[in-house]
């Protein structure tokens, strides 16, 4: 098997601007907008991609947050945010992630409760059935 | 619904689950309260990236049998094992050992030979499964059918003899479709399709024409004339999984969590957030700041970093190296 992508994400940041107009994108060299930052997810697709982009858009002091994978053979996602200036895109992104672990970790207790409760009403239900 | 009487809503904000039916190889239920992206990727990392165990090398030593060797190599793989307790089991990437061990693999071992006139059948339940394992469940051909054989991976007509050993793997349904712990995943929001995410095609009148989904009734139809609304957005999504067997469906979703959480996670590691270290300099950043790899090292997104991105060695330690490593050092080197 030669596949080895689905090691945990490793990252990669390109360079970004907090203050003072457009600068050089340090890996592409394209210009880019102020207090804009691109981050490449390594080993990462669209369900990181579209879960973080919809949430940074929610978030506030964002501007505008995208995201792309730029060919479907290449395990990477590129993340563009761009916020106010207030915050740097990074403190957003890190606190998005922060909420989102957070927001799963209420499902998983939530379904396991719902589960547990499912599973003591179904025995109750058959020891009741069993009686004539 | 009869436990809505039984809600007692713990956690009235955030996600929201209501469970409709349960078995030992189904889970239904009702994810509410959050939006399309986070169901979404629920979905797709149930669906692709939950661990799960199977055959990924076969040694053919006798085939004598009419199907061809590769042939029954992928059948091998495609038979489910016994999942559960992944969590012991390592990446063999990961592993310390040189090629395999028993903290890595599961060996499979057949050896069937034919002599009787009859048509033979070899079923999972054939296969030998290795004592060297980390619990005594890992790696058991899943087998669910009343007569208790599993999986048919071969006839053999007399005379004819198979003699195979299996090395089981950990992988994820990503890298390979057998690694998947889901049959099939239902996913379904919006069932009147008030937000017109659907355009359904029609001969004359498409609300005729199409079968109404079951979970229409749990949902307001759209009221006569009612204007459409643009900025209405899904926020009920109707879950129907169905496990492969290899692992519980609730189980299945509770690894879905985690394996999100864990990507969560690591992004944050990757972002460089130690807050006691980041507080020291993060007053008037510099732009390079932002990079994951500049509090480190100067070597920042040069080769190195970007070459251990895909280096194994330090994918995989990735959540430790940095942290015990002389590289922690160097990272306080930043005042």
Known sequence: MCATWPIPNSLQSSDSIQEGGPKVNA??????????????????????????????????????????????????????????????PREVLIDTCKQLIAAYGQLGREFTREYELRRMVAAGEQENGGKP | MEYDTMMMDGESLGPSVKISAADSTHVDFELSNVDLSFA???????????????????????????????????????????????????????????????????????????SSDEVMKVYARDLI???????????????????????????????????????????????HAKWAPTAAVGFEYDPHNKLHHLDLWYETDAVAEWPKSKYAEWEEPPAEGEPFDYDAVPSRFYF??????????????????????????????????????NDTYNGPRSPDGMDGGAPWQDQGYTTPYAGAGNAS???????????TTPYGNSGSAGW
Not at chain 1, 56 to 65: G, I, N, T
Not at chain 2, 84 to 111: A, F, M, P, W
Not at chain 2, 150 to 162: D, H, T
């Open chain 2, 313 to 323: 060695a330090w994918g995989g330690g990735g959540a430790t190296a940095y942290g």
């Open chain 1, 27 to 88: 890996l592409s060299g394209r210009l880019v907008p102020p207090n804009t930052s691109d981050f490449i997810l390594l080993k990462e697709d669209h369900t990181l991609g579209n879960l973080l982009s919809e949430h940074l858009k929610q978030a506030p002091h964002v501007l505008m947050a995208g995201y792309k994978v730029g060919h479907p053979n290449v395990p990477e996602v590129m993340i563009r945010l761009q916020t106010d200036g207030t915050v740097t």
């Open chain 2, 129 to 175: 499964v290795g004592i060297d394992r980390p619990n005594n469940h890992i790696g058991n051909p899943v087998i669910t059918d009343p007569e208790g054989q599993g999986s048919l991976i071969a006839k053999l007509r007399k005379g004819q003899e198979l003699k195979i050993t299996c090395v089981a793997k950990k992988g994820i349904a990503k890298e």
């Open chain 2, 40 to 114: 979404n990727s629920l979905r797709r990392v149930i669906q692709a990236e939950v661990p799960t165990i199977a055959i990924d090398l076969v040694e053919i030593e006798v085939n004598t049998s009419v199907l061809a060797d590769e042939f029954i190599a992928h059948r091998l793989g495609l038979i489910p094992l016994d999942s559960r307790e992944i969590d012991q089991l390592n990446y063999t990437r990961d592993c310390d050992c040189d090629q395999s061990c028993g903290k890595c693999t599961v060996t499979l071992t057949l050896h069937a030979k034919c």
């Open chain 2, 240 to 277: 129907e999984v169905e496990s492969a067997g290899n692992i519980e469906p609730d189980a299945i979703i509770q690894e879905g969590i985690k394996e999100l959480q864990r990507k969560l996670a690591g992004l944050i590691h990757g972002l460089g957030e130690n807050d006691d270290m």
